[in-house]
């Protein structure tokens, strides 16, 4: 009878079970992280795309809704401040839409698209307005008038509106680069906030929040 050493083959056998085992585990955890992997990818991809999703709606609202913007300079005191001012825009008037004379603009600027105004309209299209009501003081208190402005009356054309700043002898506007075609206005001021004031003031306005209202009055009295 062929006889067979059990010791040999048994500590054989778990030898390679031991070595299957092993396989087995590593291939197990592989695909364990591989799993963990793949589904922590749709977490990663939820989060990218709600995030380009908001960048895409913040957009849509800055450029077809609403923006709020600084604004900066002497030419429209003493509505505006000359630092520190921010706007409340709405992109319903963009291009001209609605706008009527006495509102406040936002408008790219004629003679240098990437610079931004902030005017008040002061003549509609078809209006006749006069170029320059200013005056100029000499340092003696007389008053100089440059006749020729002055005297001066222009057509509006159409699609185009007439905007100076509040603030008359420190403003560039249309006595400057004639008048402002419509399609370059941005949208309609209604609100500002100054960001020198106080957060909480004695009239309970939150940083010096106040309307821009359409102050302007027609020969017959009547306001817009």
Request: contains cysteine; charged residues 20%; glycine residues 6%.
């Amino acid at each position: 009878m062929e006889k067979y050493d059990l010791s040999v083959k048994s500590s054989t056998y778990f030898q390679e079970k031991k070595g299957s085992l092993s396989k087995d585990f590593k291939q197990y955890s592989a695909y364990k992280t591989l799993a963990m992997t793949v589904g922590a990818l749709p977490i990663w991809s939820k989060t990218f795309s709600y995030a380009i999703r908001s960048l895409c709606l913040l957009h849509i609202i800055h450029t077809y809704a609403y923006e709020f913007t600084e604004t900066r300079g002497e030419s429209m005191l003493p509505t505006l401040s000359a630092t520190n001012d921010y706007v409340h825009v709405l992109k319903h008037f963009q291009n001209g839409k609605g706008i009527k004379m006495g509102d406040c603009v936002v408008a790219l600027k004629p003679t240098d698209p990437n610079h931004r105004i902030c005017k008040r309209v002061t003549g509609m299209p078809g209006d006749m307005v006069l170029v320059d009501p200013s005056t100029i003081v000499n340092h003696v208190g007389d008053v100089l008038v440059d006749e020729e402005r002055f005297s001066t009356y222009i057509k509006v054309p159409e699609g185009h509106v007439w905007v100076t700043g509040d603030n008359l002898s420190h403003s560039l506007d249309s006595r400057t680069y004639n008048a402002l075609p419509m399609g370059l206005i941005m949208g309609k001021i209604v609100a500002a906030n100054n960001f020198d004031k106080p957060f909480w003031d004695s009239r309970h306005n939150i940083w010096g929040f106040k309307w821009i209202k359409n102050a302007f009055v027609d020969a017959n009295g009547e306001s817009n």
